[in-house]
């Protein structure tokens, strides 16, 4: 079963208004976790690597404080879309790394409409 | 420039019918390459993670290879279930941390 829980699977918005994304590890604790966005067609682009307790790190050009992070548990980090725009939309998905297993689990996805 | 390219972008095949996938690298200090399988509309699914040039993995109808220079995803046999895209993707910082994908192929296994 999936080890990386993400919610909600789609999210239909209107523009203006803020929506989260949520990232759950189920049965490790993973104090890195990464927020990825996915243009149809096109690849995993690596937004941010959120740590447990700390500061998110922002892939140039991603705005931090459009896209605000929180991690404040080992297993739960949120990715607040804020203001959004239609150019927002967008699939994004998170990752959390296991380091006793040393793998990399992903989420199943958030699918963004921002009307 | 650290960068990954993968091709072709889209492969159509009969079932049955063998074929490579390519992911070439231009990458200082490689520590890992990684293939992923994702479906559409969902999130990418694990299959390899290769370290050293002449390292390979097998799964099932699947065979990853890794060179200096490119990692090939050997599909023999392939089945309509096959169909998806696969991603390989790089990390700099060793082990499973961040990671950098490629565009993907866009495999169609038809009958």
């Known amino acids: 079963g999936a080890v990386v829980s993400q919610h909600p699977s789609w999210v239909i918005c209107k523009s203006g208004t803020s929506v989260k994304i949520e990232c759950r590890s189920l049965?490790?604790?993973?104090?890195?976790m990464f927020w990825y966005r996915q243009f149809p067609k096109q690849s995993l682009m690596l937004m941010a690597t959120?740590?447990?307790?700390?500061?998110?790190?922002?892939e140039q050009g991603v705005e931090k404080d459009k896209f605000l992070i929180n991690h404040a548990s080992l297993t739960l980090s949120t990715l607040t879309v804020t203001s959004a725009h239609p150019e927002d939309s967008s699939f994004y998905i998170c990752?959390?790394?296991?380091?006793?297993?040393?793998?990399?689990?992903f989420g199943s996805g958030t699918q963004l409409s921002v009307l | 420039e650290d960068q990954v390219t993968q091709s072709p972008e889209a492969l159509r095949l009969q079932e049955g019918e063998s074929s490579s996938l390519n992911c070439s690298y231009t990458v200082s200090g490689l520590r890992g390459l990684f293939w992923y399988r994702q479906d559409p509309g969902k999130g990418p699914e694990f299959l390899f993670t290769?370290?050293?040039a002449g390292e390979e993995k097998e799964k099932e109808r699947l065979k990853a290879t890794l060179t200096k220079k490119e990692s090939f995803l050997h599909i023999t046999a392939p089945k309509p279930e096959d169909s998806a895209t696969y991603l390989c993707a790089f990390s700099l910082s060793g082990g499973y941390n961040k990671l950098i994908f490629g565009a993907g192929t866009r495999l169609a296994v038809h009958p």
């Open positions: 990752s959390a790394r296991d380091p006793s297993r040393e793998k990399l689990f």
């Open positions: 290769l370290y050293s």
């Open positions: 049965d490790f604790q993973a104090t890195t």
């Open positions: 959120s740590n447990e307790g700390s500061k998110a790190t922002y």
